[in-house]
């Protein structure tokens, strides 16, 4: 193979940072959670405290674990970022009287009160974020990462593989 070829077959190999669908979500999510932890900022509060106040407010009272498993975080790193969330006043966490090993998280009326403050401040980010897009054309894009989502979702359960229809075997008659 020629230097030439062989440089355009990596080329035609190479999957370019531009057309990397990865790279592209995962730098739009770092640049929103940039411009997220600047508008919160201000309230004291962190982008680890956001993403479980986001789940409290629109389900209140869950246990740690469940709390934990929604927003993706392992529960010894939750642990951590919901103290600091006690100590600012923003949650409770009770032992469950049915099982000790439950611990459950509530908001407070200080927890419920940012949400008038974080929420506003959230929908900017998405507003500049979405400058110069129609409003189809936002919900275009919701539904089509919603969708690469669920394609990498395992599947509840697992087919057996369909057999491609091909050439029989000849039989020995």
């Known amino acids: ?47 680890g405290a956001w993403y479980f106040l986001r789940v409290l407010w629109e389900e209140d009272s869950l246990t ?16 951590i970022a919901l103290r600091g969330m006690e100590e600012a006043g923003w949650i409770t966490r009770d032992r469950s009287q049915e099982d000790r090993r439950k611990v459950h998280i509530r908001l407070t009326p200080a927890g419920r009160a940012l949400r008038e403050v974080l929420l506003p401040r959230a929908r900017e980010v998405i507003g500049v ?25 395992p599947p509840t359960f697992s087919p057996a593989p369909r057999r491609v229809a ?8």
């Open 1 to 47: 193979m020629t230097r030439r070829a062989a440089k355009d077959s990596d080329r035609a190999l190479a999957l370019p940072l531009e057309h990397s669908l990865g790279f592209q979500v995962r730098d739009l999510n770092r640049a929103m959670q940039r411009a997220l932890q600047i508008r919160i900022q201000p309230s004291g509060a962190t982008l």
């Open 64 to 79: 740690q674990r469940e709390l934990a498993t929604r927003i993706g975080m392992q529960e010894p790193t939750a642990v």
């Open 129 to 153: 974020a979405t400058q110069g897009m129609s409003e189809a054309e936002v919900e275009t894009l919701i539904a089509l990462l919603k969708r690469a989502k669920a394609n990498l979702e």
């Open 166 to 173: 091909g050439p029989r075997p000849p039989h020995s008659d």
